[in-house]
């Protein structure tokens, strides 16, 4: 028996206890296996150790055991990677049959693709995983993920992604064209276009950057963080691009407060002309921010600007390339003369010869503009003031104030008058899966407050109906009313009804009447019952219901005698016609249960 039969015999010992322990350890890293595919890694982690032994060279040195462990590991990358292959998957002519006789109706044949792991293994032989490979404007390529807490920040960024946004991305991180993604994934053009967008948004992509701070350029404004011991209430300064990235990166400036619209709120033609401004050093309007002093700790909130700054930091880490719509697209610099073998010319006193140039920057990213436009962005400087030592009612004084002449939508200016606190509370609910992967909303809806209005409606027709009115007035009334509890709770609720809710239903909770569907869910609740019940209530509604009269007036009559949807009047009357036609549907006697009246 040679050193190399020896050593297997070895790790084979013991009923195999080393050997699976390397494999188990391997496998763990990537997640995802239930514990009946096992045995398919350990196959072939002894197959591979076979085909290994005539393939090993002592002369190389190096321990015989770190050499069989190797081969281990690449045995279980090579069983991941075949394993997530069969992940895609096409529907069989056998399959759609059996679904179009169980639908009643003709069932188009489709792609189905399922998510792959982030951890899981490249299909090359470079040992990287899916997540140290990813493929955007951002050069994720070029990010070699190994630590831990690196890892972290694409466990983040996976995160904020809705499934439909994680499934794009893996399929193009697969090599798959645009138009194959918008087919396998039933999607238009539009959608997919919004959904792209929506991998780069500045919210999402920051995930990536913690930790990997900007360090060239001067500071400007270096004092922006210091605590102020003054009776001073607004001060003036300046911030250079190159230092507000810094501080970006270092967290010391916040763009999340929770008064605070989204990002991503301008066009490409707008973020490009923002940037041709900065090119051409024109002057732009001051940014504004607040200081505002938590646990003895200054913190910086940006309170208007924020798309010029998120727009500028996005540029600089090539978030996109300058629209070929923008008004001027043509920037004059100069730059020093160089010969022929890519040297200065400098004259005889050694002063280099400058000439003029002229760049188009149409479709450029920031890494694609001549050096010296480059510095010109980062050297480019915006006026600011901030307001020092303030309190949470004086920054959402300040948030509304300034954007009293901007094109705030309804739903922002609402959420404005919640407070920090509960703002920060909708927003919590507001991210949860429900509304990103299963409701029928637009992803317009999730940046200009929507969602968040939907959260705000739903919290008032589950607990505080009596008390509905206009947007504005009942965020003021949960400030004042509310505490942490009611919105924990219809956190719960909503957990529920992610748990149950089917495609087919999921159309009803949008934007304009899901509050009607918490609401009456949370009547529903009251029975104790098999949450199943109430979305085949929805689904039978949804059919057929919608049309059923009570008292001579059916659920669509009332939404053809009123426009105004919100109106108190007629969400008492929805309300009331869906908990009749509810306990009606699960024959529930009025004895048992009575329907509430609104």
């Known amino acids: 028996m040679d050193q190399f039969e020896l050593a297997v015999e070895q790790l084979f010992s013991d009923q195999q206890r080393r050997f699976r322990k390397i494999c188990d350890k ?160 039933s999607i238009s053009d539009i959608q997919y276009r919004a959904h792209d967008r929506e991998l780069r948004a500045f919210a999402k992509v920051r995930y990536l950057f913690e930790g990997n701070e900007y360090t060239d350029g001067e500071e400007v404004g270096t004092n922006m963080s210091t605590a102020t011991q003054t009776m001073e209430n607004c001060k003036t300064d300046r911030i250079s691009i190159a230092s507000m990235i810094k501080k970006i990166d270092k967290h010391t400036i916040r763009f999340d407060h929770p008064l605070q619209r989204e990002s991503e709120q301008w066009s490409p033609t707008m973020k490009s002309n923002l940037v041709s401004d900065i090119l051409q050093g024109n002057k732009l309007h001051p940014l504004v921010f607040a200081e505002q002093i938590i646990n003895g700790v200054p913190i910086i909130w940006d309170l208007d600007g924020k798309q010029r700054c998120t727009n500028a930091y996005s540029f600089f880490k090539n978030g996109y390339k300058i629209s070929r719509n923008i008004r001027r697209f043509k920037v004059s610099y100069q730059t020093t003369e160089k010969d022929k073998y890519g040297n200065d010319i400098l004259d005889s006193d050694g002063i280099p010869s400058v000439i003029n140039a002229e760049c188009d920057i149409r479709g450029k990213k920031f890494s694609d503009l001549p050096e010296e436009l480059q510095d010109r962005f980062l050297d480019y400087s915006f006026n600011y003031d901030q307001y020092l030592n303030c309190s949470d009612s004086d920054i959402g004084y300040h948030i509304e104030r300034y954007n009293d002449g901007k094109p705030m939508t309804f739903s922002q200016k609402g959420i404005a008058k919640l407070g920090a606190a509960h703002a920060e509370l909708v927003k919590h609910v507001s991210n949860m899966s429900f509304f990103k992967n299963i409701g029928g909303y637009k992803i317009s809806d999730f940046k200009n407050g929507t969602i968040d209005r939907v959260v705000v409606e739903s919290i008032m027709a589950v607990n505080y109906l009596e008390k509905w009115n206009r947007l504005e007035h009942m965020c003021k009334y949960l400030r004042e009313q509310a505490d942490g509890s009611v919105f924990h709770e219809f956190e719960a609720l909503v957990g529920r009804l992610e748990r149950v809710v089917t495609k087919e239903v999921s159309v009803l909770f949008n934007s304009r009447d899901s509050f009607l569907w918490f609401g009456l869910f949370a009547r529903f609740v009251e029975l104790e019952t098999d949450d199943g019940r109430f979305v085949k209530f929805m689904d039978e509604f949804n059919h057929s219901l919608h049309g059923k009269p009570i008292d001579g007036l059916s659920y669509d009559d009332i939404l053809a005698q009123s426009k105004a949807t919100k109106d108190k009047s007629v969400v008492r009357k929805k309300l009331n016609h869906l908990e009749q036609l509810m306990w009606e549907y699960l024959n529930i006697p009025d004895v048992k249960l009575e329907a509430k009246s609104y």
Do not use: W
Request: with cysteine; aromatic share 8%.
């Open 26 to 185: 391997e496998i763990a890293k990537y997640g995802g296996v239930s514990q009946k595919d096992y045995d398919d890694f350990y196959s072939r982690a002894g197959y591979e150790i076979a085909l290994a032994k005539e393939l090993y060279d002592p002369s190389k040195g190096g321990s015989l055991g770190n050499y069989i462990s190797q081969v281990i590991r690449r045995a279980v990358r090579k069983e991941m990677r075949d394993h997530n292959r069969k992940r895609r998957q096409f529907i069989t002519e056998k399959e759609e049959k059996a679904e179009k006789n169980k639908a009643g109706r003709p069932v188009s044949k489709r792609t189905y693709v399922l998510e792959i792991p982030i951890d899981a293994p490249m299909e090359d032989e470079s040992g990287r995983t899916v997540g140290e490979a990813l493929q955007s404007d951002f050069c994720m390529e070029d990010m070699v993920i190994l630590e831990n807490e690196k890892n972290d920040r694409l466990r983040k960024y996976f995160a904020s992604l809705s499934n439909i946004q994680r499934r794009i991305l893996i399929m193009k991180m697969e090599g798959a064209r645009s138009s194959e993604i918008k087919r396998v994934l």
